[in-house]
């Protein structure tokens, strides 16, 4: 069964800390992708990764920077928390080929205060 | 303007019903669609792909308008398990695999 995890369901840090999501997946996929989720803005790419320490900027990539050191493993990290980035942050990934279809995992409310 | 937009709803309806939204998309470019399903604080999963011809599958139809550049889904005999929040996704251009995301129209079936 397609697998995504995140390292936590919740998580609350203070203005100016240093934040690391991680994601992983098992299904071998090339693709991952990081995305925030806000009412009534939908999902926006924040990046994107197509292999092993590639990686390409979304859409709202400010203040955000990714790693991805190993195929299944890509992380979002926060350099400096703000306010502004409590969100919930959801991980994917996707296959090779034209699969367009990404699995997702359950997400990290994050609460910066 | 946002590349993907869809009525929020609420749609609420009772079960037995029949329920139907569109979305519209921006990029002209854009090849593939989707329809994805996401229940209350959960994670988004794909509940179709949409084809030009239209599709179906089971109670859930999706049709596409390129020239209109919208997208429907219509669900049939609704269930209480359908409440929802339905998202419309496409993708960007040709042979990418960044997918656009609308916000999604929320479905609530009563009993």
């Known amino acids: 069964d397609v697998k995504v995890t995140q390292s936590s369901r919740y998580l609350v840090k203070r203005t100016g800390e240093k934040v690391f999501l991680e994601c992983v997946q098992d299904?071998?996929?090339?693709?991952m992708f990081w995305y925030r989720q806000d009412p009534g803005l939908g999902l926006r790419l924040i990046y994107f990764?197509?292999?092993?320490?590639?990686?390409e900027k979304g859409d709202i990539p400010e203040g955000y920077s990714v790693s991805r050191e190993k195929k299944e493993r890509f992380s979002l990290i926060l350099e400096s928390a703000s306010t502004n980035q409590t969100s919930m942050y959801l991980c994917a990934s996707s296959g090779p080929g034209q699969s367009y279809e990404q699995y997702f995992g359950p997400g990290t409310r994050l609460t910066v205060t | 303007r946002k590349e993907v937009e869809q009525d929020p709803g609420p749609f609420n309806v009772p079960e037995g019903a029949t329920v139907a939204f569109n979305c519209t998309y921006s990029?002209?470019?854009?090849?593939?669609f989707f329809w994805y399903r996401q229940d209350c604080r959960k994670e988004p999963k794909l509940l179709m792909s949409?084809?030009?011809s239209g599709n179906e599958d089971g109670r859930f139809t999706a049709q596409l308008n390129r020239a209109s550049q919208y997208i429907s889904l219509l669900i049939r005999d609704s269930k209480l398990s359908d409440s929802a929040t339905y998202l419309c996704?496409?993708?960007?251009?040709?042979?990418?695999?960044?997918?656009?995301f609308g916000a999604g129209t929320t479905v609530t079936v009563r009993a």
């Open positions: 949409v084809y030009s």
């Open positions: 990029n002209s470019a854009s090849q593939s």
């Open positions: 299904m071998d996929h090339e693709n």
């Open positions: 996704v496409v993708t960007r251009r040709s042979n990418d695999y960044k997918l656009s």
């Open positions: 990764s197509y292999d092993v320490k590639m990686k």
